[in-house]
């Protein structure tokens, strides 16, 4: 029988650069571990309401969550209610939602509200997707406070390609209107945010002096690229990154996260 291994016993995946520069920001004066969801701390999925985190990514961050000097965050592109409802975040993790359009700092946090007008766009919108997903099988549309997602996923690949080409077609000359494309989807959205304003929004909310971001989709580049020196970007997956580091999918996450906790203990002497 194999004995069972403790954790500073199991063997990681993560390279000996990365594992050196966890050590180095782990010893920052006040660490902001901030992740991306879907695809890096959940695998993705046809549904996406049944996105979960790897219970070994959960844990640890969880873990972090109640270190002193540190905060955790959670900047994604969903909206703020379903981000909640796949990921149950630990109560003092940061919320950053809808690729940055909502955030949520804890209690009392202001709601994204639409004026009319941008409510009358948004609809205007949807109309114009609820036609071509009619006309393309296996599509189907997510509704968000801002924006409205053509999701392709479980289409064909032509029938996802000329879905997406036809919502582009219509969409991307409207003012007022902006569009990101992601993993099988198409996002327009009635206001103006991406994930590098996210992660500058949450190093000046918790007086990081450095931060941890971790993401798979081609949003998450937003992201990377507002990091400082000192800073410590990863991509998951094997897509294009601007980042320093790279891992191959979520279960390296969990490794990510286990070696952050290990040496922020380590630094912190608890
Ligand atoms: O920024 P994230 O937290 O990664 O959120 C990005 C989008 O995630 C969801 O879509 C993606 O995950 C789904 C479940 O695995 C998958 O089916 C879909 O193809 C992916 O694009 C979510 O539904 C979107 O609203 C988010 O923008």
Same mark, same amino acid.
């Given at each position: 029988? %194999?004995?069972?291994?403790?954790?500073?016993?199991?063997?990681? #995946?993560?390279?000996?650069?990365?594992?050196?520069?966890?050590?180095?920001?782990? $010893?920052?004066?006040? =660490?902001?571990?901030?992740?991306?969801?879907?695809?890096?701390? #959940?695998?993705?999925?046809?549904?996406?309401?049944?996105?979960?985190?790897?219970? @070994?990514?959960? $844990? $640890?961050?969880?873990?972090? %969550?109640?270190?002193?000097?540190?905060?955790?965050? =959670?900047?994604?592109? +969903?909206?703020?209610?379903?981000?909640?409802?796949?990921?149950?975040?630990?109560?003092?993790?940061?919320?950053?939602?809808?690729?940055?359009?909502?955030?949520?700092?804890?209690?009392?946090?202001?709601?994204?509200?639409?004026?009319?007008? @941008?409510?009358?766009?948004?609809?205007?919108?949807?109309? /114009?997707?609820?036609?071509?997903?009619? *006309?393309?099988?296996?599509?189907?549309? /997510?509704?968000?406070?801002?924006?409205?997602?053509?999701?392709?996923?479980? $289409? *064909?690949?032509?029938?996802?390609?000329?879905?997406?080409?036809?919502?582009?077609?219509?969409?991307?000359?409207?003012?007022?209107?902006?569009?990101? #494309?992601?993993?099988?989807? =198409? /996002?327009?959205?009635?206001?103006? *945010?991406?994930?590098? /304003?996210?992660?500058?929004?949450?190093?000046?909310?918790?007086?990081? %002096?450095?931060?941890?971001?971790?993401?798979?989709?081609?949003?998450?580049?937003?992201?990377? *690229?507002?990091?400082?020196?000192?800073?410590?970007?990863?991509?998951?997956?094997?897509?294009?990154?601007?980042?320093?580091?790279?891992?191959?999918?979520?279960?390296?996450?969990?490794?990510?996260?286990?070696?952050?906790? +290990?040496?922020?203990?380590?630094?912190?002497?608890?």
């Amino acid at each position: 029988m %194999t004995p069972e291994l403790s954790p500073e016993q199991t063997p990681l #995946s993560l390279s000996p650069d990365l594992l050196e520069s966890v050590r180095g920001i782990a $010893a920052t004066e006040h =660490l902001l571990v901030a992740m991306d969801f879907d695809g890096t701390m #959940s695998p993705l999925v046809d549904h996406a309401a049944d996105a979960r985190a790897l219970p @070994r990514s959960a $844990a $640890a961050f969880a873990a972090l %969550t109640e270190l002193p000097r540190t905060t955790t965050a =959670l900047i994604s592109g +969903r909206a703020l209610d379903s981000l909640r409802a796949v990921a149950f975040p630990p109560e003092k993790t940061l919320l950053v939602g809808s690729h940055g359009a909502e955030v949520w700092m804890g209690p009392g946090s202001a709601k994204l509200e639409l004026d009319d007008d @941008r409510r009358e766009l948004l609809a205007g919108v949807r109309r /114009e997707l609820e036609g071509i997903v009619e *006309a393309a099988p296996g599509t189907l549309l /997510e509704d968000k406070p801002a924006a409205v997602v053509l999701h392709t996923r479980l $289409a *064909a690949d032509d029938v996802a390609v000329d879905a997406v080409a036809a919502a582009r077609a219509v969409l991307q000359q409207r003012p007022g209107v902006f569009l990101k #494309s992601g993993n099988r989807v =198409l /996002e327009a959205s009635v206001v103006h *945010a991406s994930k590098g /304003e996210g992660v500058a929004f949450l190093r000046q909310a918790s007086g990081a %002096t450095a931060t941890v971001f971790a993401g798979d989709d081609t949003t998450d580049e937003d992201a990377l *690229a507002n990091l400082l020196p000192g800073d410590l970007g990863v991509k998951v997956g094997l897509d294009f990154t601007q980042a320093q580091f790279r891992i191959e999918a979520p279960a390296h996450v969990a490794e990510l996260l286990e070696a952050l906790l +290990r040496e922020r203990k380590r630094a912190l002497g608890v």
